[in-house]
């Protein structure tokens, strides 16, 4: 892949994520953060990619006041996302819907979407897109792109090969397979020379991956849960004293 290639595909990259980042400013719609912060993940998986033609000293990144950004994006869509799960589960069990709860959850979204605007002020895409332009190498070698594909192999491997999983392992693996998934179109031909025959087939991919994000959702509402307790717990020692 020649640096025009490279070059276009980060081009149209960064002019979507900036589309989405001015959009998601207005009000922080949960469906556009979600817009923004899947162009991030297929930027980041693509960036993974180009990085293995370069030095670690010459790697491009993603600058941190973006990543910082990213990060407090995804607590607010955590919290619109669980407080939907809330109010369906109500509605399909006939449950009153806990008021309480709800105006806590409404309140740590206030807080992260301030949180989120004053973030915004520190960044420039602009200056990220010239940063990125700068760093790209002259080309990515078929020898580079079967190297990050057997790199995916060994690092996914490993972690199906444990003998147990914890939150961390699964997250992580599900991280993997979506790098797969977004860089298809790169690393497709070099799959089934270093992957085992399941994972050659994208369905198959997709299929996993959907089903570790539905368990990464089963324990948010966990933790959601269990620190709205705790709350309610030293509300009420204080009480007492």
């Not at 993974?48 to 600058?63: M, P, W």
């Not at 895409?125 to 790209?136: A, D, H, N």
């Not at 079967?146 to 996914?156: E, M, P």
């Not at 994208?202 to 539905?214: C, H, R, V, Y």
Request: net charge positive; glycine share 0%.
């Amino acid at each position: 892949m020649k640096i025009n290639k490279i070059r276009s595909i980060f081009n149209n990259s960064l002019k979507k994520i900036s589309k989405h980042y001015n959009n998601l400013l207005e009000d922080f719609e949960p469906e556009v953060i979600h817009d923004f912060r899947l162009e991030i993940k297929k930027l980041r998986a693509f960036i993974r990619l180009v990085n293995t033609e370069v030095t670690k000293k010459k790697s491009i990144k993603i600058k941190q006041k973006i990543k910082t950004f990213y990060n407090t994006t995804g607590k607010i869509r955590n919290v619109q996302l669980h407080k939907q799960r809330i109010i369906q589960m109500c509605m399909s069990l006939s449950l009153v819907t806990p008021e309480t709860y709800l105006e806590l959850l409404n309140e740590e979204e206030a807080q992260e979407k301030k949180k989120a605007r004053v973030e915004a002020e520190e960044i420039s895409f602009p200056r990220f897109k010239e940063t990125v332009m700068k760093s790209m190498p002259e080309e990515l070698t078929t020898a580079s792109i079967r190297s990050f594909t057997l790199q995916k192999s060994d690092a996914l491997l490993a972690l199906l090969s444990l003998s147990a999983y914890d939150d961390k392992t699964l997250h992580n693996t599900r991280k993997i397979l979506k790098d797969i998934l977004y860089d298809w179109d790169y690393i497709m031909p070099y799959l089934a020379s270093v992957f085992p025959e399941y994972f050659i087939h994208k369905e198959n991919i997709e299929s996993l991956a959907t089903k570790l994000g539905d368990f990464r959702i089963c324990a948010l509402l966990f933790l959601f849960l269990h620190r709205f307790i705790w709350i309610k717990s030293q509300a009420r020692q204080k009480k007492r004293y």
